[in-house]
T-cell receptor, first 115, second 111 residues
Framework: GAVVSQHPSWVICKSGTSVKIECRSLDFQATTMFWYRQFPKQSLMLMAT?????????EQGVEKDKFLINHASLTLSTLTVTSAHPEDSSFYIC???????????FGSGTQLSVL | LAKTTQPISMDSYEGQEVNITCSHN???????ITWYQQFPSQGPRFIIQ???TKVTNEVASLFIPADRKSSTLSLPRVSLSDTAVYYC????????????FGGGTRVLVKP
């Protein structure tokens, strides 16, 4: 089955620094990837849709300058949390769907802790 | 996007069948119903998907009535390892079509 790899699985950083999270589709091409954020004991909240070769589409209330998304190739999307603050601490998850496949494949998630 | 409503939590015992019903009253004609399972600190995992009637795979069954305004995920003979959060999602199959998660159902399987 299709695999989506997410890296790193966890990261601890100081307030004010930027953190980059990578999401790769290992055995298929993904023209579209999705980024979610999940707080403890809550559901996944869609942050943005990452489109290969074009700008990401952000959900209402998500700051595009805060959460930079780059989808430079058909197998890689990155999410950069800029100038991270403690309130950005969360579990970030990416997903991708192969064209013609009904399933949405998820990465294993990245736990971000901002001190 | 079609909104889904699920019970917040359910308790069960090993070996029992667990049925989780999801309401999606405003499901669109092109929408499919997909269920995912999520363990703590992991990404969701696909369980099953259907459009109408009944779908069965090696881990679960999905029952969808004719009006498609609800669906029921059935987990036969659960084990402790089935303790997880189960999400019902409704959306179009198109690759670029986003899926929005509802609250999910937290299933606790007891020994």
């Amino acid at each position: 089955g299709a695999v989506v790899s997410q890296h790193p699985s966890w990261v601890i950083c100081k307030s004010g620094t930027s953190v980059k999270i990578e999401c790769r589709s290992l055995d298929f091409q993904a023209t579209t990837m999705f980024w979610y954020r999940q707080f403890p004991k809550q559901s996944l909240m869609l942050m943005a849709t990452s489109n290969e070769g074009s700008k990401a589409t952000y959900e209402q209330g998500v700051e595009k300058d805060k959460f930079l998304i780059n989808h430079a190739s058909l197998t890689l999307s990155t999410l950069t949390v800029t100038s991270a603050h403690p309130e950005d601490s969360s579990f970030y998850i990416c997903s991708a769907r192969r064209t013609g496949n009904e399933k949405l494949f998820f990465g294993s998630g990245t736990q971000l802790s901002v001190l | 996007l079609a909104k889904t409503t699920q019970p917040i939590s359910m308790d069960s015992y090993e070996g029992q069948e667990v049925n989780i019903t999801c309401s999606h009253n405003n499901i669109a004609t092109n929408d499919y119903i997909t269920w995912y399972q999520q363990f703590p600190s992991q990404g969701p995992r696909f369980i099953i998907q259907g459009y109408k009637t009944k779908v069965t795979n090696e881990v679960a069954s999905l029952f969808i009535p004719a009006d498609r305004k609800s669906s029921t995920l059935s987990l036969p003979r659960v084990s402790l390892s089935d303790t997880a959060v189960y999400y019902c999602l409704v959306g179009d199959k198109a690759a670029g079509n986003k899926l929005t998660f509802g609250g999910g159902t937290r299933v606790l399987v007891k020994p």
